[in-house]
């Protein structure tokens, strides 16, 4: 069965940095795209980042410049560095992955969530 784990959420004040991790574990064959979506409370789930097999990577406008999306695919891990942070960067995080698995195929997979929240 393939999970998707998340670390890395917090608390932190306005300006300061916070690192998200996202590891892929079960029997995987390929990892396509990677990214993470979040969302505040009373809106839509909103993408954040993704970045692609090859390392291309996308950016929501209000995150460019502040935050960097990377990954290890040694690890099937998917990083997201926060940096500048500012309270409306507040929201519960989820990883996603498009992986091919055994039993599967290609799928989907979301992580738990993990909440990040900045103070003024």
């Known amino acids: 069965q393939v999970q998707l784990v998340e670390s890395g959420g917090g608390l932190v004040q306005a300006g300061g940095s916070l690192r998200l991790s996202c590891a892929a574990s079960?029997?995987?064959?390929?990892?396509?795209?990677m990214g993470w979506y979040r969302q505040a409370p009373g809106k839509q789930r909103e993408l954040v980042a993704g970045i692609t097999s090859g390392g291309s990577t996308n950016y929501a406008d209000s995150v460019k410049g502040r935050f960097t999306i990377s990954r290890d695919n040694a690890k099937n891990t998917v990083y997201l560095q926060m940096d500048s942070l500012k309270p409306e960067d507040t929201a519960v995080y989820y990883c996603?992955?498009?992986?091919?698995?055994?039993?599967?195929?290609?799928?989907?997979?979301w992580g738990q969530g993990t909440q990040v929240t900045v103070s003024s």
């Open positions: 996603n992955a498009h992986i091919r698995g055994v039993y599967r195929g290609w799928y989907d997979y």
């Open positions: 079960g029997i995987i064959l390929s990892i396509d795209t």
